[in-house]
């Protein structure tokens, strides 16, 4: 059912590049008259024609929210998007690599609902909904274990790990095989749903009420949480970074802020007003 549509306004907004070239991000921010999306291309993505993939799927998933009719329901939208990938990508025929892939999050103005495949952070009203899975927790862990111990063991410096790309650490195994768990329609805890242009079974499509909310707040993972205000969210970014910048002791990071930089990952925040 959808709910009757109200009018809405961009409050603040955000999409900025953790990396050395705006060129490079793989964060997609879209508002169209009936839709509001986060979009997170995956940095782990196999390329495409020389192009990383986390941008192409990226790319393909705006695309996707564009085209939606203003009424089309959750499911519309993640099979459009899969579509889109698939098509953008081609035969795919080594499934050892990983297909370019992304996740999302959207707001659905006449469904009066927010809708996520990933681990994109949202915020309604009041109410959190922090992004997550199970099998970055395992590696990021582990990641940090690997550098605390290697740090007092004298076997690195802050500084050399500060320049350390972010598929090469200590996760690395793991992040070049982990979609084998990609829309795997299992109870495996290590399961997990993304945008990959292949089927996305429904228990990694989220949906949340939203017809009533007064404000929204979609944010991708270059934010530690969904923030209630922009500068709360930057503010949690430059103060990890201050004290933190390997990401190992404060939070369990997925990668250093490297040196000269305002952020670990592409970041990308957007809220709205609705009503």
């Given at each position: ?6 009018p ?23 508002v ?7 979009i997170?291309?995956a ?5 495409i024609g020389?192009?990383?993939?986390g ?9 996707a ?14 099979d ?7 098509m ?12 370019p892939?992304?996740?999302a ?6 469904r009066g609902e ?8 949202v915020?309604?009203?009041?109410k ?5 899975k ?31 790309p972010?598929?090469?650490?200590p996760?690395?195994p ?21 945008l ?13 009420e ?14 530690l ?5 922009l500068a709360e ?19 369990t ?13 592409d ?5 709205i007003?609705?009503?």
């Amino acid at each position: 059912m959808t709910a009757t549509p109200r009018p809405f306004r961009v409050i603040e907004s955000l999409c900025a590049s953790g990396k050395d070239s705006d060129a490079k991000k793989e964060d997609w921010l879209v508002v169209t008259d009936d839709f509001a999306a986060v979009i997170d291309g995956a940095t782990s993505s196999g390329p495409i024609g020389g192009r990383p993939g986390g941008i192409v799927a990226a790319e393909a998933v705006e695309r996707a929210v564009r085209e939606l009719a203003p009424d089309a329901t959750a499911r519309d939208f993640v099979d459009r998007a899969t579509a889109a990938i698939a098509m953008a990508i081609g035969d795919w025929t080594d499934e050892t690599i990983m297909r370019p892939s992304a996740v999302a999050a959207v707001w659905s103005r006449a469904r009066g609902e927010v809708w996520r495949v990933g681990d994109c952070h949202v915020r309604i009203d009041r109410k959190d909904y922090p992004g997550g899975k199970e099998i970055d927790r395992i590696g990021y862990e582990f990641r940090c274990a690997v550098i605390r111990a290697r740090l007092r063991l004298g076997m690195t410096s802050l500084d050399a790990e500060l320049r350390v790309p972010t598929m090469e650490q200590p996760f690395r195994p793991l992040v070049l095989a982990q979609h084998a768990f990609l829309n795997l329609d299992s109870d495996d805890p290590l399961a997990y749903g993304g945008l990959a242009g292949t089927f996305v079974p429904d228990r990694f499509v989220e949906v949340f009420e939203a017809a009533d909310a007064r404000e929204i707040v979609l944010a991708s993972d270059g934010f530690l949480s969904p923030p209630a205000t922009l500068a709360e969210g930057l503010a949690e970014i430059a103060r990890i970074r201050e004290n933190d910048p390997l990401m190992v002791e404060l939070v369990t990071g997925s990668r250093p802020f490297v040196p000269g930089r305002d952020y670990f990952d592409d970041t990308t925040y957007l809220r709205i007003a609705i009503g």
